[in-house]
Structure formats: C-alpha cells, structure tokens
C-alpha cells in the first residue's frame, strides 16, 4: 500500500504535512514529501487527504480474556473485586472462553487502532490462537500464583511454560511472544518468584508483573519481607535482571523509581484502571523524568472497561497534570510516545511503533476532518486531547489490515460477539 498526500507524526513524533508513505511485504519501505520512484509498484494507492497517518498503538498491559467480565463488577475495592468477583467467575472460565473472549478484544482494539499488547492470564494456547487470527501481535504470559509456599517445579505451570515456549513461542512470523510472568507479591511467595525468574533467564525470556498497585499492596508486602518495596523486593529475587514490564506502579517512591531506571524497567500505566478501581495516581511525571521507559495499558475490560487507548492517553496526560499541579508537564509527544515506541520496546519489538523506514508496518489511520479535530493548529495536542478511538478508519499490523471502515477482514465480529455473550450469561448462571 502506497499512502499519498497524508500528513504523519513522524519518528521524532512531530507532525509532518502531506507526505508518502509505503509499506511492502509487512516494512514500511518509503517515507517522502513526494511520490517514491517506483510508485506504480506498490499495489493500493490510498488518498490521505483529510487523514492523519501514526503509529498504531501497543497496549502494555491487559487480560483479553476479561472481555467476558465487562460490567460484571462494579464498584468495588480492588482486593473484594478481586477475591469475591474476579476469581470465582474466572474458575468457571474454560479454554474456548479465553479464545473467543480475546477474539472479540483484538477486534475492539483494531478498531481503535491498537496492533499489539501484553497479556497475563492462562489458556494462552488458545488466546494465542485468537490473536494469531486476528493478525494482531501479542506478548502472551501464564503468570505464577503460587499462595501456599510452592515451588515452580511443584505447579502445573512449568510443563504449561514450556508446551508453550516449544509450540506457540514466534508462532505468527514473530508475532506471537511468550513471556514469563508473575501476577503480584501478594499472590505468590518469594521462592516461587526466584524460580521463575530463574526460568525465565534461562530460556530468554522477559517477564511481566503486576506491581505497587495499591497503597495497601505496598504496605503488606513492607511488612512481610523486611520493609522491602515491592520493587526492590522483586529485585532481591532477581527479576529485574530480566527484561521486564511491570504493570501499574501507582505506589512507587524516589527510590524505587532509581531502581526502576538502573534496571531499565518498563512501566506499564494502567491510568484509567487505576481510577476506576481507586487505586491512585502513578508519578507518571516523576518517572518520566527520571528516564523510565512508561508505556500505557488499558487492563482487563473489567476495569477499563474499553480498548480505545487514545482514552487512556488523554486520561495519563490529565491526572499527570491534575496530580502534579503542573499544566506542563508529561507533554502530548511524550504521551504519544508512551502509547506506541514505549510500548513496543517493552515487548521487545524493537522494530516497531515508528514511522520510519525499515520499521515494522504497524499503522493507524486517523480521519481528521471532524468537528473535534479543527482547526489543526496542534494536531499532536488534538491526538491526546480531541481524538477519539472512533476516528481510527484504518488499522494495519505488518502491512496487513486488521480494520477498515467498519469492517474487520480477520474476524467475524458478530460471531464473536454471541459467544462471548452466550459465554459470559453461561458462567454468570454457574455462580
Ligand atoms: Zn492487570
């Protein structure tokens, strides 16, 4: 596909007015103010006048399957959510749950142009599955819980890790991952969590935690293991020796903050989720500063309850601003850029979440010629602060369109949604 004339927030995420851009065999190959030389080479020419060309987005953290879950709790303190709604419902949840729930949650994020995210949760063989066919990307985690002392050889989970690093790790040219994971401090215990990351440095791996989400987490886990944080509890268990995304951070000091940098942790806002669930406000401003790499989730849709990121962008920019009494700090480049390279470098796709040539072929396109959207005196301020998921018209993940206009070409959307219906009124009936 060849976009003509299409203004683009380019590398250094500044916009740039009607340029060319060309994508072959899944590579962006082409950016200019002008025709490539070899335009007629490409196959589809798409006019971009009056559209908005950006990296697609990469959502750090999730649950796909909790689509089933949306608007089944409400209201609720994170630790009764959790233990009284949460966990029973995802008892009752069987393998094919998981697949079609990430079915419907990869369609929602195409629509929003979201290609990619990461995700903790179990049946990964089948969420795999799920996301393989949407043609979206994923970093798919079996994440440890271990409550009463185990090891990671005394759980199920190891043979599930390694069936899972044989036959599902790359699948999808590259685009399937499996990560390690740990849910939280609280969920399991100390010699669990070393195995895993033991595990995990063994194989190459890189790991995802849930991490300092809740004041009340922060405190329990000082008291239970000699006033260490929860992050530089999991690094005296050598977990941030690994490549790692930890997923919410709301309940970090200075220090752990230092921590966090020195290992070149990422940290995955989970803004909205926070909010909802009354968890807080993340130091986004402060670990900006300090040089962590802050990438965004939505989480599972029990918390969110939506994929649509450029939400959560607007939402990370504002409680920055709100929290700090700051009008100027966490800009809109440095929000755009949590949304899209920050998250792609914390899945280890290095070649994705810019414009520019050789970069991976991930790409949304936004229709710009609403009322919300003029006039363009600052489109990147009118990205973050006017957009709106819904004016993603075309969403593309290695060159290949995910969603288009209303439709998905990967998926059937109203197959999915009667399951996941059907589904959710099933397990619903079984508590
Ligand atoms: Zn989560």
């Not at 390690?180 to 791996?205: F, I, Q, R, W």
């Not at 020796?241 to 752990?256: F, G, I, M, N, R």
């Not at 966490?330 to 280890?348: N, Y």
């Not at 970069?359 to 990205?383: E, H, I, K």
Request: aromatic content about 8%; proline content about 4%.
């Amino acid at each position: 596909m060849l976009f003509e004339n299409v203004d683009i927030i380019d590398e250094r995420f500044e916009h740039q007015l009607n340029r060319w851009v060309g994508v072959c065999d899944g590579f962006i190959t082409y950016v200019g103010d002008k025709a490539p030389a070899d335009a007629a080479s490409f196959g589809e020419r798409y006019d971009g006048r009056g559209k908005l060309l950006m990296s697609a987005l990469y959502n750090a953290h999730t649950h796909s399957s909790m689509t089933l879950l949306r608007g089944y709790a409400e209201n609720l303190p994170l630790q009764i959510w959790l233990n009284e709604k949460v966990f029973p419902f995802e008892a009752k949840m069987m393998p094919e749950d998981c697949y079609w729930g990430t079915l419907l949650s990869c369609a929602e994020m195409a629509r929003f142009g979201v290609v990619s995210f990461s995700d903790m949760y179990y049946h990964m063989d089948h969420v795999a599955r799920a996301v393989e066919e949407s043609g979206l990307k994923a970093n798919l985690c079996d994440d440890l819980l271990a409550l009463n002392g185990e090891r990671l050889d005394d759980l199920p989970l190891r043979a599930t890790v390694d069936q899972l690093i044989s036959e599902v790790h790359g699948r999808g040219g590259g685009r399937v991952l499996i990560d390690c994971g740990v849910h939280s401090e609280y969920t399991t215990n100390p010699g669990a969590v070393a195995d895993m990351a033991e595990y995990a440095a063994k194989h190459g791996l890189r790991m995802q935690l849930h991490c300092s989400e809740t004041r009340l987490e922060r405190e329990e886990c000082k008291r239970r293991h000699d006033g260490m944080t929860p992050i530089k509890y999991f690094e005296s268990l050598g977990v941030l020796d690994l490549p790692t995304t930890a997923a919410h951070c709301v309940w970090v000091d200075d220090e752990d903050i230092r921590i966090m940098v020195e290992r070149g942790v990422s940290v995955a806002a989970n803004p909205v989720s926070n909010m909802k669930l009354g968890s807080g406000f993340a130091p986004i401003a402060r670990m900006l500063e300090a040089g962590v790499n802050v990438c965004v989730g939505t989480d599972g849709m029990a918390s969110n309850n939506n994929y649509d990121m450029l939400q959560d962008l607007y939402v990370l920019a504002l409680i920055s601003k709100g929290s700090m009494l700051d009008p100027s700090v966490v800009s809109p480049k440095q929000v755009l850029f949590a949304g899209t390279r920050a998250g792609a470098l914390s899945q280890g796709r290095d070649d994705c979440g810019l414009i520019a040539v050789g970069m991976r072929a991930d790409l949304c396109v936004l229709d710009v010629t609403g009322p919300s959207w003029t006039p363009m005196t600052n489109p990147l301020f009118n990205v973050v602060f006017a957009g709106h998921g819904s004016d993603v018209v075309l969403t593309m993940c290695d060159g290949r369109v995910v969603y288009r206009d209303g439709e998905w070409p990967t998926v059937d959307v109203e197959r999915a949604k009667a399951e996941v219906t059907a589904r959710t009124n099933r397990i619903i009936g079984q508590l």
